[in-house]
């Protein structure tokens, strides 16, 4: 009954409709695959200041994702100098960040398109039914305020995607901008630990 009126939704806003379905669905894809590859990729200060032991020997602390591959550059380049460590951990640390917002990008432009092609449908479907009264003749009030409720259906459609994929982009560039201010603080404290060993 529920998927024969949404059938019924979908029939109503025209081709349109299918997009903003298909740029929903898209969303809901980029959404959860960031969600899990941060949970998997998240850095922790505290977990590098653990596993730092093992640059100079023995078994470090197992770390994951970002810290795990911060540590694996100060490790192969910690005997170089000082300049050549820094400049492969800035690398190493703008690196992760692209691995961040992957995606993130085409997520915002979902944000953005998926008002103006509700909006859209909704202007052709107006358009198509004022043309219709004109070529009909007699205008029916119950004609012109079922075919606005029907225009309307892709407006809806369109700000019902657009604001849940809004509200995730913020969320998730508010992580990417922590996870950034993490790894600079990681970082400080190789470079730091670096001009201890110096000393």
Known sequence: MVF??????????????????????LA???VIERIIF???SSADLKSLKEAFAGISG?????????VQRLLSVARECWDSSDEKLSLRLEGEVRGELYRWERNLPLLEII???SPLLGLLGTVVAMVDMFGAMSIGGAINAEEVTGGIWKALLTTIAGLSVAIPALIAHGIL???VSREEATLEQAVTFILSKREEKAL
Request: glycine residues 10%; charged residues 10%.
């Open 173 to 175: 560039i508010s992580a």
């Open 111 to 113: 944000t953005r398109v």
């Open 38 to 40: 941060f949970a998997f």
């Open 4 to 25: 024969d009126q949404f059938l019924e939704y979908m029939h109503l806003g025209g081709s349109i409709m299918w997009i903003i379905l298909a740029l929903s669905i």
């Open 58 to 66: 023995g078994e470090p602390p197992v770390v994951k994702g970002s």
């Open 28 to 30: 809901i894809t980029i």
